[in-house]
Structure formats: structure tokens, C-alpha cells
């Protein structure tokens, strides 16, 4: 429901017959694979897994680092980042819903910053935005780049991403790599990504999420046992291995 039929018409019949035209195919997840697989009918085993990464400039800030970036985001107060093109696969509304619940329930100084441009069929955004009771707390930043994205999603108390679909989910391993913690969707992809190091939620659970942000914001040990994780879990994915497993697969296609 998020493309139009022209192009629904067209990667339904061209992609499987390019997948199975293919010496080699590749796919960033285990998910991705067995998707593709069924979708095409192609034998999985078919089918390499290569690794997305996050970024080299995604890394843990200093104190008054973190201190600085919240000062010139929020005017100082902590806040969770939402990071990713504004449109409907995102599933931003339920984290605007959500954020305006754990303040209702809680009356935290926390805001909400979207480090994003609009992409397309954001109207919806904009409806539950203008409902919210706390809609004064939520800082749209606009496009960023590298360097400001990723102080930006160092200096936050949590990255709230709960899209319906990810291939993979760059933006929940940039933010570990950041030691920020993360909760994410308990769907597609992101479990198989984020391990054991984040918080997950049902994509649609507006409860769920405002209450995984609760726990995020008052149990600070499980806040410090994420980040440590998610540091971890970052560091287990590599742009040079995966450059090198790709150009491995490219020779092996010759």
C-alpha cells in the first residue's frame, strides 16, 4: 500500500526473473535471503548473506560532547532520535504516539528529534502530529549530514525506530556503535541484527514502545547494559569484510 501499481506490477514480474537469471546474488540479512528466496522461488542456499555496517563516524561522544550537541538540538534537554526518510514504511506515527504517551505518563523533560527529510505520503505524519498533546516537543531537524547525524544520535537517551520493514536497519547499528541505546521492531530483520543489544516492540504497540522509552529513561543499569551491548554488537559488522566478501563473490561469478 506504499507504491503505486505501475510499480508494484513491475518489480513483481521483473525482479524474480532477474534473481533467477543471476550467477550470483547477494542480500545484507538472513531474512532479506529466505524473502528473496520465496518471492522468487530460488533455492536460498542460492543466495549470499553480506553485511551492512555502520559508518565510521558513528562513535561514542564524550560527556560534554553529548552535552553540547542536546544544546543545540533541544536547548539542552535529553531527547530520543527517530532517524530515517519521513514515509510511511517508517512508521513514525506510532512513534509520535508513543512519545506523547510516555510524556502524559510521565512529565519528563525528554523531547522527540526526527533527524530526517520528508520523503513522501507523510500526511499522515502530520495529522497525529497536530493532535498531540506534546506536539511542542518534537524537533524536526531536516536532512543532516554524516557528522551532524551521527553526534546527534550520540546525544541521545535512545533511538525509537519501529519501521514495519527493514532489509537490514543501518540506522539501529549506527546508533550502537554510538552507544546509544536502542529499541527497535520485533519484526523483519531487526532481531537478526540487533542481537541481544536493544529493546524490541511490536510495530504497532503504541503502549509497548511508550513503555520501553519509560524503562529506557528510569532504569539507567539497563540503559548502560544496552549501551555496552549494542558497542559490542556493532563491532561484530565490517564495511572492509563485507567489501571483501563482495568482490570475493563478484570474482567467483567470472
Given at each position: 500500500?506504499?507504491?503505486?501499481?505501475?510499480?508494484?506490477?513491475?518489480?513483481?514480474?521483473?525482479?524474480?526473473?532477474?534473481?533467477?537469471?543471476?550467477?550470483?546474488?547477494?542480500?545484507?540479512?538472513?531474512?532479506?535471503?529466505?524473502?528473496?528466496?520465496?518471492?522468487?522461488?530460488?533455492?536460498?542456499?542460492?543466495?549470499?548473506?553480506?553485511?551492512?555496517?555502520?559508518?565510521?563516524?558513528?562513535?561514542?561522544?564524550?560527556?560534554?560532547?553529548?552535552?553540547?550537541?542536546?544544546?543545540?538540538?533541544?536547548?539542552?534537554?535529553?531527547?530520543?532520535?527517530?532517524?530515517?526518510?519521513?514515509?510511511?514504511?517508517?512508521?513514525?506515527?506510532?512513534?509520535?504516539?508513543?512519545?506523547?504517551?510516555?510524556?502524559?505518563?510521565?512529565?519528563?523533560?525528554?523531547?522527540?528529534?526526527?533527524?530526517?527529510?520528508?520523503?513522501?505520503?507523510?500526511?499522515?505524519?502530520?495529522t497525529v502530529l497536530e493532535a498531540m498533546t506534546h506536539k511542542a516537543d518534537v524537533?524536526?531537524?531536516?536532512?543532516?549530514?554524516?557528522?551532524?547525524?551521527?553526534?546527534?544520535?550520540?546525544?541521545?537517551?535512545?533511538?525509537?525506530?519501529?519501521?514495519?520493514?527493514?532489509?537490514?536497519?543501518?540506522?539501529?547499528?549506527?546508533?550502537?556503535?554510538?552507544?546509544?541505546?536502542?529499541?527497535?521492531?520485533?519484526?523483519?530483520?531487526?532481531?537478526?541484527?540487533?542481537?541481544?543489544?536493544?529493546?524490541?516492540?511490536?510495530?504497532?504497540?503504541?503502549?509497548?514502545?511508550?513503555?520501553?522509552?519509560?524503562?529506557?529513561?528510569?532504569?539507567?543499569?539497563?540503559?548502560?547494559?544496552?549501551?555496552?551491548?549494542?558497542?559490542?554488537?556493532?563491532?561484530?559488522?565490517?564495511?572492509?569484510?563485507?567489501?571483501?566478501?563482495?568482490?570475493?563473490?563478484?570474482?567467483?561469478?567470472?
Open positions: 500500500d506504499q507504491l503505486d501499481a505501475i510499480t508494484i506490477r513491475y518489480f513483481r514480474r521483473r525482479f524474480p526473473d532477474c534473481a533467477r537469471a543471476a550467477t550470483r546474488l547477494a542480500t545484507v540479512s538472513e531474512y532479506s535471503r529466505e524473502d528473496i528466496a520465496n518471492i522468487c522461488r530460488i533455492p536460498s542456499e542460492n543466495i549470499s548473506v553480506i553485511s551492512n555496517a555502520a559508518r565510521d563516524v558513528f562513535t561514542p561522544l564524550p560527556p560534554d560532547r553529548q552535552a553540547a550537541i542536546r544544546s543545540l538540538r533541544t536547548g539542552g534537554a535529553p531527547y530520543f532520535v527517530f532517524v530515517g526518510v519521513i514515509q510511511p514504511r517508517k512508521n513514525l506515527t506510532t512513534v509520535l504516539q508513543a512519545f506523547d504517551r510516555f510524556k502524559q505518563d510521565h512529565g519528563t523533560p525528554h523531547k522527540l528529534v526526527i533527524a530526517g527529510r520528508h520523503g513522501w505520503r507523510y500526511g499522515d505524519v502530520t524537533v524536526f531537524t531536516g536532512y543532516l549530514s554524516d557528522e551532524e547525524l551521527a553526534s546527534t544520535v550520540g546525544a541521545a537517551t535512545a533511538l525509537t525506530m519501529v519501521p514495519h520493514f527493514e532489509g537490514f536497519g543501518i540506522p539501529i547499528l549506527e546508533a550502537m556503535a554510538c552507544g546509544t541505546p536502542v529499541i527497535t521492531s520485533n519484526v523483519t530483520s531487526l532481531p537478526e541484527v540487533a542481537g541481544d543489544a536493544a529493546l524490541f516492540v511490536p510495530p504497532t504497540d503504541i503502549h509497548a514502545l511508550a513503555s520501553a522509552m519509560s524503562r529506557i529513561t528510569h532504569e539507567p543499569t539497563l540503559a548502560h547494559d544496552l549501551s555496552v551491548r549494542g558497542l559490542a554488537r556493532s563491532r561484530t559488522y565490517s564495511w572492509d569484510r563485507s567489501a571483501d566478501q563482495l568482490w570475493d563473490l563478484a570474482m567467483s561469478a567470472r
